[in-house]
């Protein structure tokens, strides 16, 4: 089965810098990159996703990158603030009708220092 | 339009009882899904289902059942409570585009300790 690997686990950065979350998926027939981001007491809530007929994808401060190749995908936050600080998921999917299943990776806590 | 509810949002269990999570959402969806989540583990995969009356197993779905009656609810059953099963557990549903399933939805969780 698939197996998605995320680091680092925890993150800190000054606001309005940078930060760059990594994960890395096994299965080279997943085809459908998310990722989630959860709050304290919250749910995880879905903030960007890619598929794999694209190499990037970007929303507002937020950005995907999936290389195939190498099978790893990277979540780009910029001009960090406050507010971004939560717990970070990707995953990764295969799109078999009546199948899919998403497959996540540990986490990683990233916090904002102001 | 509430999107996905849990029911209850805490619950203490003793070992050996049990007890069953209610999972409901408003949005016509048809995939349903029962995730736990531990320190360290990110999200593992209960049991899921493709639609009214079928269900199937995920990750690790030992000491839990599912039935899926009614095509808003999904309901997760622990026959007899064990430590191990302390965790939060989220229920998440998705909505299918012919042959593509599209973002998953997640309830607020329901925080389960067992005694």
């Known amino acids: 089965g698939e197996n998605v690997e995320q680091h680092p686990s925890t993150l800190s950065v000054q606001e309005g810098d940078s930060a760059v979350i990594k994960c890395t998926y096994s299965?080279?027939?997943?085809?459908?990159f998310p990722w989630y981001k959860q709050e304290l007491g919250k749910g995880p809530q879905l903030i960007i996703d890619?598929?794999?007929?694209?190499g990037e994808k970007k929303d507002q401060r937020i950005a995907v990158t999936l290389n195939k190749t190498a099978k790893h995908f990277s979540l780009h936050i910029t001009e960090t603030q406050p507010e971004d600080s939560a717990v970070y998921f990707c995953?990764?999917?295969?799109?078999?009708?009546?199948?899919?299943?998403?497959?996540f990776g540990t986490g990683t806590r990233l916090t904002i220092i102001p | 339009n509430a999107g996905v509810t849990q029911t209850p949002k805490f619950r203490v269990l003793k070992t050996g009882q049990s007890m069953t999570l209610l999972c409901a959402q408003d949005m016509n969806h048809e995939y349903m899904y029962w995730y736990r989540q531990d320190p360290g583990m990110g999200l593992r995969l209960i049991h899921y289902?493709?639609?009214?009356?079928?269900?199937a197993k995920g990750e690790v779905p030992d000491g839990y059942n599912v039935s899926r009656l009614k095509k808003q609810n999904f309901l997760l059953g622990l026959e007899s409570a064990a430590p191990s099963q302390t965790s939060v557990y989220f229920c998440a549903s998705s909505y299918v585009r012919g042959a593509r399933t599209d973002t998953q939805y997640f309830g607020p969780g329901t925080r389960l300790t067992v005694l």
């Open positions: 995953a990764a999917s295969s799109h078999n009708f009546g199948n899919e299943k998403l497959t």
């Open positions: 890619i598929r794999s007929n694209v």
């Open positions: 289902s493709v639609g009214e009356g079928t269900t």
């Open positions: 299965d080279s027939a997943s085809n459908y």
